[in-house]
């Protein structure tokens, strides 16, 4: 076998590799994008990917069991029950590779939709009272049950507002801190510790300005925040940043 | 007896819920095995599992035969969820200061991955056959869910090299399992 130093890709991708490289998750979200389509086009692309799907499978399905927290089925359950549900999980497809092209995922967006619009116009009322310019980017934190939990606000390059939609109570001993991941090199950033239950703003280091899609989370640290800089503790809510179209 | 995943998923496409009951009875500890080897935390895995299963039901109506096995198509699911996590940044501190600490935890996951499989296993057997560099490339990637970038970064070799590395791999693969 020879090793060329350089190591560059093949010239002319063959099909059945590129395949194994869509099935591995190693492509960036366009050349992903592109692949489906000829996906949905070719019947030797599909078989392509029926190939690795199954004969990699089998490192999936001899992975050691590990036991799953009881709270997870219930939750499922739940989110069952609650259509809204359906935001939530598009949310973090939409974010990953293909844009749906199935009918049946056209009720889907214009749940997701009507739900983002309703969340704005809350935060406009709420704004109303406590904020003179409109907002750059809006991001409504959901849990991992898809509830709204607060809006954050990015004012400026620095200064986000959080508004609790839900219970943003800090627990005895522990401290909430918001976090944003401006770059995948800058990795996650913190913004700071929410001050008290109510709304707040808190402005963070300089930091490139805030995109849309930029995730933001609030999580549950140790009193005074992260040890690690970093986020360790459980993750109450998390949403990416969309630009309000006021 | 064999537990029929593609049953499973038609059941739940018509709204049946023991049926995917009895889904995560059957398939959640291995979901959440493959989620954990990939975001590395406990919460978010189980959150993966949440995610997987809450997909599985509302889209088990458009799986699809044609792009492989019921069960395959979970999988995909799950760890399509799992990579989601991990590009949102959430194991992003693993990446820059403790490539050491995730290259040595990795070369344990990789290696338990292969040595879990069955020893009569074709892909076991196809696995150990190709390059090493090569075939870790590929486990790196399924297993850990590494990037092009975090290979060529836990590898110590430029991307251009990971990103053949793992297509010479795939190659001698597909050669050996067809």
Redesign the interface.
């Known amino acids: 076998m020879t090793t060329r130093s350089t190591g560059e890709p093949a010239g002319s991708p063959d099909p059945a590799i590129e395949a194994g490289v869509y099935v591995l998750g190693l492509m960036e979200a366009d050349e992903a994008r592109r692949f489906e389509e000829a996906m949905a086009r070719d019947a030797s692309t599909r078989a392509g990917v029926a190939f690795w799907r199954d004969r990699l499978m089998e490192l999936d399905i001899s992975a050691p069991p590990v036991e799953v927290g009881d709270k997870v089925w219930s939750q499922i359950l739940a989110s069952l029950d609650r259509p809204a549900a359906a935001s939530f999980v598009d949310l973090a497809d939409r974010r990953g590779s293909a844009p749906p092209r199935r009918g049946t995922m056209a009720a889907f967006w214009q749940g997701a939709m009507a739900a983002s619009l309703v969340a704005l116009m809350a935060a406009g009322l709420a704004y109303t009272y406590v904020k003179p310019a409109p907002p750059r980017l809006v991001v409504v934190l959901l849990d991992s049950g898809a509830q709204p939990v607060s809006i954050v606000e990015a004012v400026d390059s620095r200064t986000i507002r959080i508004v609790p939609l839900g219970d943003l109570s800090i627990p005895a001993g522990k401290s909430l801190q918001v976090w944003t991941l401006p770059t995948k090199e800058l990795g996650p950033i913190s913004m700071g510790l929410l001050p008290g239950p109510g709304t707040s703003v808190l402005t963070g280091p300089a930091l490139p300005e805030p995109k849309p899609e930029q995730l933001y989370e609030i999580t549950v640290e140790p009193e005074g925040g992260s040890p690690t800089g970093r986020p360790t503790g459980p993750i109450l809510g998390k949403g990416f940043a969309k630009v309000p179209q006021i | 007896m064999e537990f029929d995943h593609g049953a499973a998923l038609a059941a739940c496409a018509k709204g049946d819920?023991e049926a995917?009951?009895r889904l995560?009875e059957e398939e959640?500890?291995?979901i959440?095995?493959?989620a954990?080897?990939i975001v590395r935390r406990?919460?978010?895995?189980?959150?993966v599992?949440?995610?997987t299963?809450?997909?599985v039901?509302?889209k088990a109506?458009?799986f699809?035969a044609?792009?492989?096995?019921a069960?395959?198509?979970i999988?995909?699911i799950?760890?399509?969820?799992a990579?989601?996590v991990v590009?949102?940044?959430?194991r992003?501190?693993l990446?820059?200061p403790d490539v050491l600490a995730a290259h040595e935890s990795f070369e344990g996951a990789a290696h338990?991955?292969?040595a879990?499989?069955?020893m009569s296993?074709r892909?076991r057997q196809c696995l150990e056959a190709v390059?090493p560099n090569k075939r870790d490339s590929?486990?790196m990637?399924?297993?850990g869910?590494f990037?092009?970038g975090e290979i060529a970064a836990l590898l110590r070799?430029?991307v251009?090299?990971?990103?053949?590395?793992?297509?010479?791999g795939?190659?001698?693969?597909?050669d050996c399992?067809a």
């Not at chain 2, 406990?42 to 959150?47: I, N, P, Y």
């Open positions: 819920r995917l009951r995560y959640s500890r291995r959440m095995s493959v954990l080897r406990r919460d978010l895995a189980e959150e599992v949440q995610e299963f809450i997909q039901w509302q109506a458009s699809d044609g792009l492989g096995s069960r395959g198509w999988f995909t799950a760890r399509n969820k990579l989601n590009r949102d940044g959430a992003e501190d990446v820059e338990d991955a292969v879990t499989l069955a296993s892909l390059e590929v486990i990637a399924y297993v869910g990037s092009h070799v430029p251009g090299t990971a990103k053949a590395w793992v297509r010479r795939l190659a001698a693969l597909k399992l």
